[in-house]
Structures are given as structure tokens and as C-alpha cells.
């Protein structure tokens, strides 16, 4: 099975990824596709990132991890620009300076986000969630006279494929169980063809079995796209994990392989102190 | 949408198109249908409410005696709901399903404009009772209340006059609709004619609804101190409750600043604690309190009328002259009908011209041949403390009713009669 | 087969077109024929009432139209429709006053009530008022304006669902007040009345309502159809994804905004031209049309018939008038029970309107047979 | 000065000699005469002082004076004396006709019976007279109004008849007395005093009336230090009149706090809420004026908590039967209690009537305090603000010290975690609900005191009260009350120059430019709570 990533994620990144990505300027010399230099964000007196700084690397795939409250969420409001940093930068490649995108702005430069609960359109079929997401001219006029093309029929059926909802395509989607939704969410960042993906607890409520094509599909997608994963499950990070971030409080505690961050001394306290 | 839901809609409107059409036209010999239409909902119904009791206490009688050249009149109530268009869409309902042979009806100026070009084009005839700014003359309506100079300007000149407390200053204060804007328009030349200088003048409006008059009053007070003034009110029923409390409270008394109201009568001031107000006047064409046998004997038909059928405030059964007007109305009507021997609004038209009635007023009033309006007396006013009127001023005998006041430039030309064919 | 075949048939299927089919010998030949053909006292007579009522009805049925699109597909609610319907039927009675000439109750160039207010010359809204096609342009143009300004910045500003319903009311209110000024130029209270003549044609005569009303059918009719090809485009669903998940669809790379942006300018727009087709049907315009209250009815319709279902919409407007019209006679007193009545009743148990009705039942049977 | 005194006092015995008699022709002219007759009979009556005299003009003040052919009565209740010769009638005289006395005659006779009053011994009647001459005396007046000076010890009511004097005196054909007079009424705190000064300053096609210009200048002086007064006043009035308002639109608006602003019901019914409860004041109203009418002034006391609890009752059968079906769906919630509104206005127009209803202010509520010298505030007014600040008191205390208030806040925040900690969230929202209908009826019932109570007197208040709310930023309630004031201030401010028409419009326009800039209100909260 592994061999429809290949072919699914080769087409991706060889055929439709460089050309769009140049046309949208994205300038990832330096290897480096996304920095934040030190990020602070406070609700109502409440320090939610404090001086955070973070840079991802092309086709790297980076787990972040953390207690509760540590800010992993609002990390990710602030890369996808759902909310603004009190202070610090935050750059998506060497130009583009997310501080002044809108949220679709952001998602248009190529950098697609999965909410921690699986937000899809639920009273739209399998098929239309992902249309939608497609990759395209998305101005008003276009999509009013919108009509799928043979090339995107097999993209989004290859996608269906993928993410193993082809027997479920003119289903409404709010009746998927709630694995199938995320697997959708998934599909529908695919579609977007970003260049780094942000997943929230991407496995949550999904069995084994699930959990593991997943790995392996995140594993085939890093280096193609860039990927940070935001995941409780020790034992999935443990499964794809090459570099790991350790969030707390705000900031990043510790950062290196999953085996240096669990000896990591201030890490076990954070995790066991309470 | 799928199919199955188009067709099955289609289907609906189309029952509900169907249950209007059922004819509700009833088969009885020897009936004629008169319509009823004042707004018995929204905002205009504290007014209207009472014109259509009155109006079918007038039917009952008639109908008792035997109704209009053998016939029985029977009532079609309708309720247009304080909504402008549905007054003309009631019209035309009355007129041109149920075929009435008259309607009683409408208050505000803007129904009964809404309405006007309905019953112009269809040839109905309408009775029309309330006090109003003139500027108008149909060949189809009739209108029993009063034009400004039966009702603005003797007021005024009473104000002036030195048992009216000799007034050199005067605030016209309505509310920002066409009839207070007539209104003052006409006294503002008026006054001029009697020499009032232009800043001894201040002319005010509020929006509908107004509730809160602590500023207009503080500028009166301020304003008053100019000189000896009067308050000329046309604000509009439901702003004057708050209106009159304010003027109490911060005691402005009749003696110092009076305020003569225009639309103000017995059943608006049901709502005011009217104490304090004891002074303070209005000018109509009838007074509850007026006391003569043909007012007593409607009081008393009224005050049973309202017991039998149980109206609400039947405990305080009032009279006032928009239902002194409608009144008579309905009786001129049932005379011009019987002069002309016929239902046919073209032959009952100019049977109406000419017709008296003894009015509840104490006079016997009589409809002009020509201008479709009344000939009536002015009396004026004093609220006493049980919300009754004491009349202070009233003219020798009915006076003829000028639509087109001479107090507007142009109307001198304006001929004393509706054109024959309004249609086109 | 070509791309319009194509979009025929993606419209509505054999049966909706049948249907629309029917509708359209009703209102273009069966009315005017029964009003026109047919002498008054035959049964089959239509008489003139009819004819302007649900020419009325079918205005409002536009309207309704208007705001399913914006409400039920885009879940924005519009309490300040009214407004939209007003001032495209002020564009049009601007127009309608000029065609009065000289046969006002002053005999005068000028509408009454200027000539009242001793006003010289036409104030600057007036511009050009006498020309037909300036009418139809600003009966577009207006609402269109409006929508637009308000739009982009209460949708910039994210302003979201009870405060922009409670927003567009204080708009409507505001807007209301302001024509009641007789400084405004609009006729204060008594706005427009008495019109005598469009295009010439004398106004009150059973032609010009008969073609007045097959107008506002063919708007109707028209209005349907645009909206159903609004709805069943990419545009649509994308409409009803950000009703459902806004935040998903911006991350998808949409810019909401505009969309939002789009419909409620269309939506105001065809509410100008229901307007405008409204007025010389009913003979008067004025504020009240703006006053929350009506503005408020308008949703109420679209819920009754059900929202989300351009049919529903149509269907709402007709039952809340035809009922408002039948029992302001029959009940004249209760009628205002009914109507709250059913209100209530249809929120409570008809979620999806009277046209949803029917799949609920089955639903509920089919569960009971599954029980 | 003293001389002066001395002249008029010469001058008052001279017109004084003749009241020996009790002069029955003015008593004649007072009756059957013409309008001036009446006045002058008036003024000889009071010159010649004679308890008689005085009797009929009272009499005719409260309108027993009655005429039966030729005789003139003082009929009280069933006795009647013969006004001339002052034989007591035993028999009623049914047919006797009132006397009607008009403004003009009734101010001459409340001047009049003020004057003779003066004379009384007792302070209160002393002053009370005095109080009422202030409001404009007729100059035949001014000799009792000078002996009364000569007699007076009472310093406050001295300075009273002063002012009255002075009022009278500026017409005073002595210069001397003239100057004097106007010097003493820079310091007049009386509202006619500008007048009377200005008829001095007044000139005819250019030319003074008054030719003496050093007395003009006199009165330039004392008509700049009272039209000084007069601004302050103004300022005042309007500070009050903005505070005035935004009570009553926070009162309005207080209610909605709670049911949209806590619990999210958009509850267009709020307006009939309050309209119910103005309707249980009238209710109660009655039922004093029924069965305890000596106790009137107290039914106000009696019909805050009942038009609480009626609302409230109200409101909770509301919320069980058709709001709670519908949390969630806020949109339905409007259109539902749309419905509900238009059935209860129809249903107070069954029970009541369309016509309005009158609802009396208690004598304590009528009338108001007289600060500086243009300024009245009403007393109801001054009531109701206190009335509002008890009870947001009252509010702040039981939703942030009670156990309920701490459940609605909980229940409010996050339903789900409320019920699964036990809170009965159904009850909760029953009784929040209730406190929210309650105190809108508690608006009714102050509301019912300064407008009028008709069965769409709701209608006018629902669409400021949610201005109110959403101004204040949604679940805000000390947004609400900065909201309501603030707009109370604005739109008098507004007011006073631009007309109130206009001032409404400016306000709603405002309004609609404000939620662009902070979409969530004045108080907004910040943070991952608000999105979605």
C-alpha cells in the first residue's frame, strides 16, 4: 500500500508542487520553510506563548509535545494567523511575512493547518469537502462558474483512494466516524497541496490500525512537505518522530531526538512534577 | 430543493390561493354591505378602536329602525393594522370583492391618502371623521372632521384674545408628520397676519413615539421667559401622555404657559392623571361635556352600547369628536341614501351636499352642497380634574369648512368644489 | 449537447421544469386572460383585487427569495431587509411622482408635497428623476450601494451573527427616521401616493396592472432560476461551508469576505427591484416599509417555508400573506393571534418549514416503522 | 426708600377707605359680568379685604360658586348660602349652574386669595401665599403686598415679597423706587424676572421705549447676573435630563442583560415583559383605588414586587414551554418570541382595550424640587434613578454573592461542565430566565409612572434595549450600564442642538460605526473563547 503514497505524494511534489509554489514566490533558500522569533501572545493578562522561537526545515517533520496549556495550540492561531503575536516575527520562507496575511492569504501561500476537533464540512458529501479544499482559483467569479475539469476528477479520486473513503464519496460527511473525519481533514489539507502542514492531535480517537497508516502516511509526505505534529500519543510520536520539540509554558523547554528529550531532566519534571 | 419538494409547494400555494377565493359574499335579501376599516392593531388602534364601536352602535340603531330603505346594513369589519398599504389593499377588498355601498373609515392622513386613489378609480364612496390639514378635495370622500379653520385658528385667536390670557409668543410642537407640519405652516402665516414677529416664534417637532420631553419642555420654559407664550400642540396621540406628565411635573401650569392640543380629547387624556394639566386646552368641534339633549342622549346610547358588548373601559364609557363625527357620518349617508332613493354612490354623492343632522354638539350641522366637508362649530376647552372638558369659547353657530386654507400661497385660486372625474 | 442544455438540465429535472412550465402559463396567460378576457360576474373572472394582491404577494415572495439566499445558504440573518425593499420602491415612486404632472391635487410641476413645503426647485436626489432608466439604474444602484459599503465593513470587522442582525436593524431604524423628515425630500410620513401614470400608461387601468403583474411573475420566476444556479455552483456549497464552518473555509484558502460581500449585495439588489415592482402595484410607499418590524417579517416568512430551500421561501411569503390578508377580515380581531400562533408552532415543530414538513413525518414514520 | 413705603402706605388707605361694606355689586359684576368686568371685581373684592369677599373668591376658585336665575349661590356639597346676603339655603338647588372660571380669571383669583392670604398668622399660609404671588402678581396687588412687607418678621418670606414688590415697582412711575426695584431683582430667583427686565431694554423701530439710560443700564446690569442663573440652570437641567434618560434606558435594557446578554435568547417579547408589568401597576392601581383608597399614595410599593413576580411568572412559562427547546439556535429564538410578542399584545388588547390606561403617580411622585432657577426635577424622575440604582444593586449582588448567580454564571459559560458538576442546568435557566422577565417588568412598572401604558408600549423600548446590550458588549452587565448612560447623555446632549429627530439618527449611525471597531462591544473578552 505504501506504493500509492509514492505515486500519490511523487505526483504531488513532481508535478503540480514547484511550479505553483515558485508562482506564489515562496523563497525556501536557506532550506528553512517557516521561523518564529521569539513569539509572545497574552489573553486578558495570561502569557499563552512567551518568547517562543521555532524554525522548521524543507521536508522536515517535527513533533511538538507538551502538558496542557503549554500553547501548542495557539502556536498554530498564530502561524495560520488566526491570532496576531503581541510581539516577534513570525516567516513563512525567507519572504513572506505572516504577521500581515489573513488567514486566507496564509493558506493560500501554502501552509495548511487540522484543527485538534475535526472540522469539516459536515452537511456537504465526502466528495464536495474535498472539491472544495482543491487547489484552485478560489475569487468569487471563478468559483460561480466552476466546473471540475477531467484532472481534478482523478486528483480528488485518487485522494478518496488515499484516504480510503472511495466507497463513502456522496456520503454526507457528518455521519463518518470520527477516525474517517480526520482522515477527511487529512485529505482536504492534501488538496490544498500546502508546503507545510500543521496537525493538531491528528490521531485522536482513531484505532490502531488507523493510527498506523497514518504514521506511515505522515512518514511518506515529510519530505515532499514540510510537517509539524502536535500529538499526546508518545507512542505515534515515538513511531514517526526524528526531531521533537518539548513545549511549556510558552516556550520551547527542550528540542532534539525523542530519546534526548525523554532524559531531558526539566522535561520529566514538567510531565511528572504534577 | 428536489423535485418532489417544487411540486409538492406548487401544490400548497395553490390550496391557499384556493381557500381565499371560497366566496365569503353572504346570500341574504334585502342586506346592504357598508365597511367598517380602522386599524384595530398596531400603533394607530388606541385611536381607531373606539370609531368602529361607535360606528357599529350607529348600525345597530339604524338597522333597529327598520335600516336604509328597507334594507339592513350589514358591517364588514376590517383591520388594516396601522399598515399604509394594507389600508389600500383593504380598500380595494371592500370595494371590489364585497362591494360595499360606503366605508367609514381611516385616521391618519397617509391611510387615508393610501387609500384616495383606490376609491377614486373605483367610483366607492368614503366617509372620513377625523380632524385634518385640508390641502385636499375628492369627489369620492367625505369628510366629517375638521379643516384648520374650523378647528387651528379660532384656537389661536382665543389665545390671543385677553381672556385667553393674551399670548405673545407661541411654540407650535407637533409631531413631524404631514398634519402638525399643515398646521403650523397655516398658524405660522396666521400669526403673521396678526402681527406676531417671526422669533416670537418657535416651531418644534419629535419623531413617532416620542417619549421623553424633558428637554422640549425645559426650552419652553426657557423660551417663555421671553414673553407672555402659548403652546400650540399637534403631537400626535401617543406622545402626549408622556408630554402632559412632563409638563406636570415640572410645573408648568396652564396659568403661566398654556397649552391649547388639537389632538388631544376625552380618550386621550383616559391615560394621564390629568390633575395637573387642569387648564390646559384643547379646540374641537364636540365635547363630551357639552350639555344638550342630543348630546345626552348619546352619551347615554353610548355608555349602553359599550355595557351590552362589554368593551373594555365600559366602567368610563367616553365620547369624543372623531366619534361625534363618524356619527354623524353614517347618518348623513343613511339621509343622502334615502333622498336618492338608491345605493349608487354616483346618485348618493350629490344627495350627500346638503344634508343636517342635529349633532351631539347641540348644533344642527350641515354638510356643504360643494366642498364635501361639514359646516361645524369650534368650541374651546379647559381640561378640568376629572379629564372632562369645561368649554370656555365656542363660535355663535357652525361655521363653513375652508380645505384650502387662505393662510397657504396659491389656494386663493383653488376652486371650492372636486373636480367631476378624478379618474384619468 | 451544448453548456446551456447542460445548464438546463442541471437546474431542475423534467418534473421542475413541467411544474415551473405550469407556473408560467398561470401567470402569463391564465390570469390575464381571466382578468381581461373574461366579463366581471362570470366565474372564471379574476378580478383586479386578485390580480394585485398576489402581484403583491409575489413581490414579497422575491423578497423572501432574497433573503433565503443570504440567510439560509450563507447563515447570515438580515434584520434591515425591509430597508433594501424600501429604497427600491423610493427609486421607483421618484420616478411615478414625476409621471404625476400636473394632475396633483396643486395642478403644479411639482409633487404636492414640495409644492407644500414651497420647496423652488428639486433638491439634488431629484436629479434627473424623470427619466425611466435613471429610475431603474438607481433602483439597483442604491441597494447595491448600500449593501456594499455596510457589507465591507461589518463583514471586515467579522462582525458575526445576533450583532450584525442587530446592526442591520439599527441601519433600517436609523434609515426609517431619517425619511420621516420631511427635510429629507422623500415626503416624510405620507411618502409617495396618488401616481397616476408609468411610462405613460395610466396606472390605474386593468392593462398596466395585468402587465405590471406578469412583470413581477417573470422577476419571480427569473429570480428562482438565478438563485438555483447560485446555489447549485461551486459558489453555493462554498456559501453553505461557511454558513457551517466559516473558519475551515478561510484555512481552505478562501477569502470569506468577499463572498459573504457578494450575496448580501445580490440579496439587497433583487430586494430594490421587488421593491420597485412593488410600489406601483400597491400605490404608496413609505418609511413604515423600513420600520424593524417588517424587516423582521421578512425572516419570519423564509422560516416559515423553510430555510435553505428556495421554494420554501416562495411558498412562506405566500402563506404568511395570504393568511395575513384572509384573516385580517374573517378574524379581524384574532388574526394577530394566528399569525404569532403559527410562529411559534412552525419554530417549535417544523424546523424546516412547511415544505419540510412532509420529509419530517416520513422520517418520523419510517423511524417508528424501524421501532 | 422708607418714604417711598410711607406713600404707598398713604395711597393703600386711600383705596382701603371704602371697606367698611362687603361690596355685593363686584360680587354681581363677578358673576354675570364680562371677562374685565370680572378681573376688576376681583381686584376691589381683595382692595376692600372683607372675609366675605374673600369667601365667594375662594368659593369660585374651587368651583362652588353657582347662579340659580338671579341668585348667586356657595354651594358645599348639599348646604348652599346666598353669596349676597349670606342666608344659609337648606334647599339643594339642583338646577344651580357652575360658574365657569377660565384661566385668565383663574389666575387673577389664585393672585387675588394669595394677597388677601398674606395677612393669615400662619407661616405655612404666609408662605404658601407668597409662593404664589412669585408666579405673577396683578399690580393692584402691590399695597396688600407692601403692608404685608411692613408687617412680615419671617426673613425668607420678606424676601419673597421683595422680589414681588420689586416685580411690581419696576412699573413704578418713581424713579428713584424703579432703580431700587430693578438693582433688587439681579438677585430674583424667579423665571419672569428676565421678562420683566427685558421690557425695560425693549425698543420700538429703533428707538428706546424706555428713555432714562442710566436705568437701562441698571437693568443691562441685573439682566446679565440672571441670565447667568439661567445658563447654569440650563446646564443642569440638561446633566439631569441626560442622566434621567439613561436610567430609564438601562432599567429597559437591564432584563435583556440577563436573558440575551447571559443566556443568549434573543427575546423579542422583552418589550411586552414590560409592557406587562406597567399593566400590573394599572392593575393594582385599581385595586387600591377599589378597596383601599386611603392608602392610594402606597399602591407604588405594592406593585413593584407584584409586577416582579407577574412578569417573572410569565416569563418562566415562556422559558419551559417554547425558549428551551430552541438553545442553540439563537435566529429561532427570535423569530419564535416574535410570535410570542404579537400574541401578547393582542391579548393585553382583549383584557384591557387598544386605548391606554391611566396610571396615576402617588402625590409623593407628582411634582418635583425646585433647584436654581430654572430647573425643576421631577420628582418621579428622581425616584426612578434611585429605583434603577437599587436595583442593579440589587442584581450585582445576587449573580456574583448567591448560589444561583454562581450557577447562571457557570451554566452560562459552559453548559455541558455545569450539568456534569450537578448543577440542575434546567432549573438554572428557568430561574435565570424568570430574574431576567422579572426585571423588565420592574421596568414597566417605573416606566408606567412617566409615559403611557398602551399595549404596544413595549414596542418602543425593545430595539434601544438591544442598542443597550450590544453597545455594552454581550454578558457585560457593567457594560450595559455604561452603554445606557452613555447614550442617555449623547442623545440629550444631541438633542438640545440638533432637535430629537435628528439626535436619534445620529445616535443608531454612531452605534452602527462603533460595533465596526469593536465588533464584541465596549467590553469585549480577548482570547480563544470568543472565536467559534
Not at chain 3, 423578497?63 to 447563515?75: P, S
Not at chain 4, 393594582?284 to 402606597?298: E, I, M, R, S, T
Request: proline letters at 3%.
Amino acid at each position: 500500500m505504501s506504493a500509492s503514497f509514492k505515486e500519490f505524494s511523487g505526483g504531488a511534489a513532481g508535478e503540480l508542487a514547484p511550479a505553483r509554489i515558485a508562482g506564489e514566490g515562496l523563497d525556501a533558500t536557506h532550506g528553512v520553510v517557516l521561523y518564529l522569533d521569539d513569539i509572545s501572545v497574552s489573553f486578558d493578562g495570561f502569557r499563552a506563548l512567551n518568547k517562543l522561537s521555532l524554525a522548521i526545515d524543507i521536508g522536515e517533520l517535527r513533533c511538538v509535545i507538551g502538558p496542557n496549556g503549554a500553547g501548542k495550540t495557539t502556536m498554530m492561531d498564530v502561524i495560520t494567523g488566526k491570532t496576531r503575536p503581541d510581539s516577534g516575527t513570525a516567516f513563512f520562507g525567507q519572504t513572506i511575512d505572516l504577521a500581515q496575511l489573513t488567514e486566507a492569504e496564509i493558506a493560500h501561500a501554502g501552509i495548511g493547518r487540522k484543527f485538534q476537533k475535526p472540522t469539516i464540512f459536515e452537511r456537504h458529501s465526502v466528495f464536495e469537502n474535498l472539491e472544495l479544499s482543491m487547489k484552485t482559483d478560489k475569487r468569487v467569479r471563478k468559483s460561480l462558474f466552476a466546473k471540475l475539469d477531467g484532472a481534478q476528477q482523478d486528483r480528488i479520486a485518487e485522494m478518496l483512494e488515499l484516504i480510503r473513503l472511495a466507497g463513502s464519496a456522496s456520503r454526507q460527511a457528518g455521519l463518518l466516524s470520527h477516525g474517517q473525519k480526520q482522515w477527511l481533514e487529512i485529505g482536504m489539507l492534501l488538496m490544498q497541496e500546502p508546503r507545510l502542514l500543521l496537525l493538531d492531535e491528528p490521531v485522536a480517537g482513531m484505532s490502531d490500525e488507523e493510527t498506523e497508516r497514518t504514521a506511515e502516511l505522515f512518514l511518506a509526505l515529510a519530505g515532499k512537505h514540510s510537517l509539524v505534529v502536535v500529538e499526546h500519543d508518545m507512542a505515534f510520536i515515538g513511531r514517526i518522530a526524528r526531531k521533537v520539540s518539548v513545549l511549556h509554558e510558552g516556550s520551547i523547554l527542550a528540542e532534539g531526538s525523542l530519546e534526548q528529550v525523554q532524559a531531558d531532566q526539566r522535561v520529566i519534571e514538567v510531565y511528572l512534577g504534577r | 430543493m428536489n423535485r418532489r419538494n417544487f411540486v409538492r409547494a406548487i401544490g400548497l400555494s395553490a390550496a391557499i390561493t384556493a381557500c381565499f377565493a371560497s366566496p365569503f359574499a353572504y346570500a341574504q335579501a334585502k342586506t346592504v354591505k357598508v365597511g367598517i376599516m380602522h386599524s384595530l392593531s398596531g400603533t394607530m388602534a388606541i385611536s381607531e378602536t373606539v370609531l368602529k364601536d361607535v360606528a357599529l352602535m350607529a348600525i345597530d340603531e339604524i338597522n333597529a329602525k327598520g335600516g336604509v330603505m328597507g334594507a339592513k346594513i350589514q358591517p364588514v369589519v376590517v383591520d388594516p393594522a396601522s399598515n399604509w398599504p394594507l389600508f389600500a389593499e383593504k380598500a380595494r377588498q371592500l370595494l371590489s370583492q364585497d362591494k360595499v355601498a360606503v366605508t367609514f373609515g381611516c385616521w391618519t392622513s397617509v391611510s387615508r391618502k393610501s387609500v384616495l386613489p383606490v376609491f377614486e378609480e373605483l367610483n366607492g364612496l368614503l366617509f372620513y371623521p377625523v380632524q385634518y390639514e385640508g390641502e385636499e378635495l375628492s369627489k369620492n370622500v367625505f369628510y366629517t372632521g375638521a379643516a384648520p379653520n374650523q378647528q387651528a385658528i379660532p384656537a389661536v385667536e382665543y389665545l390671543i384674545s385677553k381672556d385667553g390670557g393674551g399670548a405673545k409668543r407661541f411654540v407650535l410642537l407637533g409631531t413631524d408628520y404631514v398634519y402638525p407640519r399643515t398646521t403650523n405652516k397655516i398658524l405660522r402665516a396666521f400669526l403673521k397676519s396678526k402681527g406676531i414677529a417671526e422669533k416670537d416664534i418657535d416651531e418644534k417637532y419629535t419623531p413617532f413615539g416620542h417619549a421623553d420631553y424633558q428637554t422640549i419642555v425645559a426650552d419652553i420654559k426657557k423660551f417663555s421667559a421671553g414673553g407672555k407664550t402659548a403652546v400650540i400642540s399637534t403631537i400626535n396621540g401617543d406622545s402626549n401622555v408622556p408630554f402632559y406628565k412632563e409638563l406636570g411635573n415640572q410645573g408648568l401650569k396652564a396659568t403661566n404657559v398654556p397649552v391649547v392640543a388639537f389632538s388631544v380629547g376625552e380618550e386621550e387624556l383616559r391615560g394621564v392623571d390629568t390633575k395637573p394639566l387642569v387648564g390646559h386646552l384643547a379646540a374641537w368641534n364636540y365635547f363630551m361635556s357639552v350639555k344638550n339633549p342630543a348630546n345626552d342622549e348619546f352619551r347615554k346610547k353610548w355608555a349602553a352600547y359599550a355595557k351590552a358588548k362589554k368593551l373594555p373601559g365600559a366602567d368610563k364609557p367616553l365620547t369624543n369628536d372623531p366619534m361625534e363625527a363618524t356619527y354623524i357620518g353614517i347618518y348623513m349617508w343613511k339621509q343622502a341614501v334615502e333622498k336618492a332613493k338608491t345605493f349608487d354612490v354616483e346618485k348618493v354623492i350629490p344627495a350627500v351636499g346638503g344634508q343636517t343632522f342635529t349633532a351631539p354638539s347641540g348644533f344642527s350641522v350641515k354638510m356643504d352642497e360643494k366642498n364635501h366637508h361639514l359646516h361645524k362649530p369650534v368650541l374651546i376647552g379647559e381640561v378640568k380634574a376629572d379629564g372632562q372638558f369645561n368649554v370656555v369659547w365656542k363660535t355663535k353657530g357652525p361655521i363653513k369648512a375652508q380645505p384650502w386654507s387662505p393662510f397657504i400661497a396659491g389656494n386663493d385660486k383653488k376652486k371650492d368644489a372636486p373636480d367631476g372625474k378624478t379618474k384619468i | 449537447m451544448g453548456p446551456l442544455a447542460t445548464t438546463v438540465t442541471r437546474l431542475y429535472g423534467t418534473r421542475g421544469w413541467v411544474t415551473l412550465g405550469v407556473c408560467a402559463f398561470l401567470l402569463f396567460v391564465l390570469v390575464p386572460l381571466g382578468n381581461l378576457a373574461i366579463p366581471e360576474g362570470s366565474i372564471f373572472h379574476i378580478s383586479t383585487y386578485w390580480v394585485t394582491l398576489i402581484g403583491k404577494i409575489m413581490c414579497y415572495a422575491i423578497v423572501a427569495l432574497a433573503m433565503d439566499l443570504i440567510w439560509g445558504y450563507c447563515g447570515i440573518l438580515s434584520l434591515g431587509h425591509g430597508l433594501f425593499f424600501a429604497l427600491g420602491g423610493y427609486a421607483m415612486g421618484m420616478y411615478l411622482m414625476r409621471q404625476i404632472g400636473r394632475e396633483g391635487q396643486y395642478k403644479m410641476d411639482m409633487p404636492d408635497f414640495m409644492v407644500f413645503l414651497d420647496w423652488k426647485e428639486f433638491p439634488w436626489q431629484w436629479w434627473n428623476s424623470d427619466q425611466f432608466w435613471w429610475a431603474m439604474l438607481l433602483v439597483v444602484a442604491v441597494p447595491a450601494l448600500l449593501a456594499f459599503v455596510f457589507g465591507f465593513f461589518a463583514f471586515r470587522s467579522r462582525i458575526k451573527g445576533v450583532y450584525f442582525s442587530i446592526i442591520t436593524q439599527a441601519l433600517t431604524y436609523a434609515a426609517m427616521l431619517l425619511f420621516f423628515r420631511n427635510e429629507t425630500g422623500f415626503g416624510g410620513n405620507n411618502g409617495f401616493t396618488d401616481f397616476k401614470r408609468i411610462l405613460g400608461f395610466a396606472i390605474t387601468t386593468a392593462e398596466t396592472r395585468v402587465a405590471l403583474f406578469a412583470i413581477t411573475g417573470a422577476a419571480l420566476l427569473g429570480t428562482l432560476l438565478l438563485a438555483r444556479y447560485i446555489v447549485i455552483s461551486k459558489l453555493g456549497r462554498i456559501l453553505a461551508a461557511i454558513r457551517d464552518a466559516e473558519s475551515r473555509v478561510m484555512f481552505c484558502g478562501y477569502n470569506t469576505v468577499n463572498y459573504k460581500l457578494f450575496i448580501w449585495t445580490l440579496s439587497a439588489v433583487i430586494c430594490g427591484i421587488a421593491g420597485a415592482l412593488y410600489v406601483p402595484q400597491v400605490g404608496i410607499i413609505n418609511p413604515g416599509e423600513m420600520s424593524p418590524a417588517n424587516s423582521i417579517e421578512i425572516a419570519i416568512w423564509v422560516a416559515v417555508g423553510g430555510r435553505g430551500t428556495l421554494v420554501g421561501a416562495i411558498v412562506g411569503a405566500g402563506a404568511v400573506n395570504g393568511a395575513k390578508s384572509f384573516f385580517t377580515q374573517a378574524a379581524p380581531e384574532y388574526w394577530l393571534y394566528v399569525l404569532g400562533l403559527l410562529f411559534i408552532v412552525v419554530t417549535l415543530f417544523m424546523p424546516r418549514g412547511i415544505v419540510g414538513l412532509y420529509g419530517q413525518l416520513r422520517e418520523k414514520w419510517s423511524r417508528r416503522a424501524a421501532a | 426708600m422708607r418714604i417711598t413705603s410711607i406713600l404707598l402706605l398713604l395711597l393703600f388707605s386711600v383705596l382701603a377707605r371704602p371697606a367698611a361694606a362687603f361690596d355685593a355689586d363686584a360680587v354681581r359684576a363677578l358673576v354675570f359680568g364680562d371677562g374685565e368686568q370680572q378681573v376688576a371685581a376681583i381686584a376691589a373684592l381683595v382692595a376692600d379685604g372683607d372675609a366675605r369677599g374673600a369667601q365667594v373668591l375662594e368659593a369660585l376658585a374651587e368651583g362652588e360658586l353657582k347662579t340659580s336665575g338671579k341668585r348667586i349661590l356657595i354651594v358645599q356639597g348639599e348646604k348652599a348660602i346666598d353669596a349676597i346676603s349670606g342666608a344659609v339655603l337648606s334647599a339643594p338647588h339642583a338646577d344651580a349652574e357652575e360658574i365657569i372660571a377660565n384661566n385668565r380669571l383663574r389666575r387673577e383669583l389664585a393672585g387675588g386669595i394669595a394677597a388677601l392670604k398674606l395677612a393669615s398668622a400662619d407661616r405655612a399660609t404666609r408662605l404658601a401665599a407668597a409662593k404664589e404671588l412669585s408666579g405673577g402678581a396683578a399690580e393692584a396687588m402691590l399695597p396688600l403686598v407692601r403692608k404685608a412687607l411692613d408687617r412680615e418678621d419671617d426673613p425668607g418670606i420678606k424676601g419673597m415679597l421683595e422680589m414681588i414688590a420689586a416685580a411690581m415697582e419696576i412699573k413704578s412711575s418713581d424713579r428713584e423706587v424703579r432703580i431700587a426695584a430693578i438693582r433688587r431683582l439681579a438677585t430674583s430667583s424667579n423665571r419672569d424676572t428676565k421678562t420683566l427686565l427685558l421690557g425695560v431694554l425693549e425698543r420700538k423701530d429703533g428707538a428706546w421705549v424706555e428713555a432714562d439710560a442710566d436705568l437701562r443700564a441698571e437693568a443691562e446690569k441685573s439682566l446679565r447676573v440672571v441670565e447667568g442663573q439661567l445658563a447654569w440652570g440650563e446646564r443642569a437641567g440638561l446633566a439631569f435630563a441626560g442622566v434621567s434618560l439613561g436610567s430609564i434606558l438601562l432599567l429597559a435594557a437591564l432584563g435583556l442583560a440577563i436573558t440575551y446578554g447571559l443566556m443568549g435568547v434573543i427575546n423579542m417579547a422583552h418589550g411586552e415583559l414590560i409592557m406587562i408589568g406597567a399593566y400590573t401597576t394599572y392593575v393594582v392601581q385599581n385595586l387600591f383605588k377599589l378597596h383601599a383608597p386611603g392608602a392610594f399614595d402606597w399602591y407604588l410599593p405594592c406593585a413593584v414586587p407584584a409586577s416582579f413576580i407577574m412578569a417573572a411568572v410569565i416569563g418562566m412559562i415562556l422559558e419551559r414551554g417554547v425558549i428551551r427547546f430552541l438553545y442553540g439556535r439563537p435566529l429561532e429564538t427570535l423569530l419564535a418570541t416574535w410570535g410570542i410578542s404579537l400574541v401578547l399584545i393582542q391579548a393585553v388588547r382583549t383584557l384591557f382595550g387598544a386605548q391606554n390606561v391611566q396610571v396615576e403617580n402617588p402625590a409623593w411622585m407628582s411634582g418635583g424640587v425646585e433647584m436654581l432657577t430654572n430647573v425643576v426635577l421631577p420628582y418621579s424622575r428622581i425616584v426612578i434613578i434611585a429605583f434603577v440604582a437599587v436595583v442593579l444593586a440589587c442584581m450585582w449582588l445576587l449573580l456574583t454573592r448567591t448560589r444561583l448567580g454562581l450557577f447562571v454564571r457557570g451554566v452560562t459559560q459552559n453548559r455541558a461542565m455545569a450539568s456534569c458538576v450537578g448543577v440542575p442546568t434546567g432549573r438554572v435557566d428557568t430561574l435565570a430566565f424568570g430574574l431576567g422577565c422579572g426585571i423588565a417588568g420592574l421596568a414597566g412598572c417605573a416606566l408606567s409612572q412617566i409615559g403611557n401604558v398602551g399595549p404596544d408600549l413595549g414596542q418602543s423600548y425593545i430595539v434601544d434595549s438591544f442598542m443597550v446590550v450590544v453597545l455594552g458588549g454581550v454578558g457585560q452587565l457593567a457594560g450595559t450600564v455604561y452603554a445606557a448612560l452613555g447614550l442617555g447623555f449623547a442623545n440629550k446632549l444631541l438633542e438640545s442642538w440638533s432637535g430629537a429627530v435628528l439626535a436619534k439618527i445620529v445616535v443608531l449611525v454612531f452605534i452602527i460605526i462603533f460595533i465596526q471597531k469593536r465588533p464584541q462591544g465596549l467590553f469585549a473578552l480577548k482570547g480563544r473563547s470568543v472565536e467559534n
